[in-house]
């Protein structure tokens, strides 16, 4: 089974779009499934099943509003670093895997 994680993004005006993301594939769309939608066009899935686990994304005592903003901050480095073909220094990796940690 295809692991697919689905993440709200913000452009520059604050408009909430979704990506999502399978391995090297990912997706942009206006809402969640539309990104999934586009993405399993791409894995060339011709039967879909799936497990959704859907995670509410609000601060909450165990992983707080700074937390979620610094992960943001670093995925969105992580992105460009890859797309790049280059990776995070290794501080902000080691940040970026304790809030991943954090998070689950």
Do not use: C
Not at 66 to 91: F, I, N, V, Y
């Amino acid at each position: 089974m295809t692991t697919v994680a689905i993440l709200p993004i913000f452009d520059a005006d604050g408009e909430k779009t979704y990506r999502a993301i399978a391995g090297d594939k990912h997706s942009v769309g206006k809402t969640a499934g539309q990104a999934l939608d586009a993405l399993t066009t791409q894995l060339g899935e011709t039967e879909f099943s799936a497990l959704l686990v859907i995670q509410n994304f609000s601060p909450d005592p165990f992983f707080s509003a700074k937390q979620q903003k610094r992960l943001l901050e670093l995925m969105s480095l992580w992105r460009s670093a890859r797309d790049q073909g280059q990776g995070l220094t290794p501080k902000q990796q080691a940040e970026l895997d304790t809030l991943v940690e954090a998070e689950l």
